[in-house]
């Protein structure tokens, strides 16, 4: 069975600041890892994806993820938010196998002024 | 592509009469998935298709839950009857499998309140 943990449930941060929004998985067998963001009343939008290969990948809108295998984490950092990033961010995990998404509780990202 | 299109938006029921989900997925998508996210529980799967077979309904609550996919381009979700425990917001997204795990997109949700 997979699991998700995120640890801080909410992060303040003030803008152009550095944020790190912790996420760490438990699998038996090899993951693929994800980070989602909901907006406001929105559905979720993906943000970045690990599938294979370099373990750092970014999105466009400069937030980028390290998969740690051996510390079974994927955390999401940014060096410098803007007001636009508060959202709620969700880590999720599948084992490919389970084409199901396995999420986190989710990390509110509040960025002020 | 108009992405994933969920109704009601909103939806205010009684308790004890019955709801129903719509979903329509993005074109060309082999995979459904029915999600229900509360501020206790946070995200959760309740079932998931692939070509309009249910794969894994496990997460499904109890009988008065039922989900359909007729064709590739509709799934619906009933509850029946509605309680007030079932208020949450329930998100459909769909998947196109793609090296063997595709990206998911959501749809806006459908907030549903039970009275």
């Known amino acids: 069975a997979q699991s998700v943990t995120q640890l801080d449930s909410q992060v303040p941060v003030f803008e152009e600041a550095p944020v790190e929004l912790r996420c760490n998985y438990s699998?038996?067998?090899?993951?693929?890892l994800f980070w989602y963001v909901q907006y406001p009343n929105q559905g979720l939008q993906l943000l970045l994806k690990?599938?294979?290969?370099?373990?750092l990948v970014k999105s466009i809108n400069g937030f980028e993820a390290e998969f740690n295998k051996s510390q079974t984490s994927f955390h999401l950092r940014k060096p410098s938010v803007h007001i636009s990033d508060t959202a709620e961010y969700f880590c999720?995990?599948?084992?490919?196998?389970?084409?199901?998404?396995?999420f986190g509780s989710g990390t509110r990202l509040q960025v002020q002024p | 592509d108009a992405g994933v299109i969920q109704s009601p938006r909103h939806e205010v029921t009684e308790m004890g009469q019955e709801v129903t989900l719509r979903c329509k997925p993005i074109?060309?998508?082999?995979?459904l998935f029915w999600y229900r996210q509360t501020m206790m529980r946070g995200l959760e799967l309740l079932i998931y298709?692939?070509?309009?077979?249910?794969?894994?309904d496990s997460g499904m609550p109890e009988d008065r839950f039922s989900a359909k996919m007729p064709n590739a381009s509709f799934s619906t979700l009933k509850i029946q009857p509605s309680e007030p425990r079932d208020s949450a917001v329930y998100f459909c997204?769909?998947?196109?499998?793609?090296?063997?795990?595709?990206?998911?997109?959501f749809g806006p949700g459908t907030r549903l309140t039970v009275l």
């Open positions: 699998s038996s067998v090899s993951v693929y």
């Open positions: 690990y599938l294979s290969g370099s373990t």
């Open positions: 997204a769909s998947s196109f499998l793609s090296g063997g795990v595709g990206e998911q997109f």
């Open positions: 074109s060309g998508h082999d995979y």
């Open positions: 298709f692939n070509n309009n077979v249910p794969i894994d």
């Open positions: 999720a995990v599948s084992d490919g196998g389970r084409r199901a998404l396995t």
